[in-house]
């Protein structure tokens, strides 16, 4: 079993609509907690990393983590089809090295 | 700032030959990652640098696969011999952590290389 686990899809929504993606994973040393989304045929970027558990917003997404579940999602609000990409989960404990989801292929349709 | 440059973007070879991927970190960046990502098994880490020193390189498959870091301004990868199952898109990634812990989620990615092994 992965560490970290992470339904591929692809999801596909129409343009407009609250998207959820999400990750669970067994590493309960996890500490910080990541979204990195990739477009295709270009590396991932950071959306948005959050310490712990809780909820982080930044414009349309936001970032819940509940630890007790072992269980993080990103929401987006108001999806565009420039939001279509990979999106990737990523997670680590104090040292330096990310552990990632395998990613859920998003498709905004307009 | 260019960003993470990595080259070649693309490269085919046969199997048995040499592949030498390489990456030009941001400049002031002290750690330096290379990923390995395939349909398969997503984004794997092979191995990690900082300040130029190899810190972990549990992630690197085999023998065939070799790192090194001469210098803050460049990293090479090289596979020798290749092999099909080599075939994927490796990510160079940079990062500091000067000035606070947090520096270690905020990867910037290369754009890859993608090879294929024949």
């Known amino acids: 079993q992965k560490e970290v686990e992470q339904d591929p899809g692809p999801l596909s929504v129409p343009e407009g609509a609250i998207v959820s993606l999400n990750c669970t994973y067994s590493?309960?040393?996890?500490?910080?907690f990541m979204w990195y989304r990739q477009y295709s045929r270009k590396g991932p970027e950071l959306l948005m990393y959050?310490?712990?558990?809780g909820n982080k917003e930044d414009g349309r997404f936001t970032a819940q983590v509940d630890k007790s579940s072992k269980y993080i999602s990103l929401f987006i609000r108001d999806s565009q089809p420039s939001d279509s990409a990979t999106y990737l989960c990523?997670?680590?404990?104090?040292?330096?090295?990310?552990?990632f989801g395998g990613g859920t292929r998003l498709m905004v349709k307009p | 700032d260019a960003g993470v440059i990595q080259s070649p973007r693309h490269e085919v070879t046969e199997m048995g030959q040499e592949v030498t991927l390489r990456c030009k970190p941001i400049?002031?960046?002290?750690?330096l990652f290379w990923y390995r990502q395939t349909m398969m098994r997503g984004l794997e880490l092979l191995i990690y640098?900082?300040?130029?020193?190899?810190?972990?390189d549990s992630g690197m498959p085999e023998d065939r696969f070799s790192a090194k870091m001469p210098n803050a301004s460049f990293s090479t990868l090289k596979i020798q011999p290749s092999e099909p199952r080599d075939s994927a898109v490796y990510f160079c990634?940079?990062?500091?952590?000067?000035?606070?812990?947090?520096?270690?989620?905020?990867?910037?990615f290369g754009a890859g290389s993608r090879l294929t092994v024949l």
């Open positions: 990634a940079s990062t500091s952590q000067k000035g606070g812990g947090s520096g270690a989620n905020v990867l910037t």
């Open positions: 590493n309960s040393a996890f500490q910080y």
């Open positions: 959050t310490y712990s558990s």
């Open positions: 990523a997670m680590r404990n104090a040292g330096n090295m990310l552990t």
């Open positions: 400049s002031g960046h002290d750690y």
């Open positions: 640098f900082n300040n130029n020193v190899p810190i972990d």
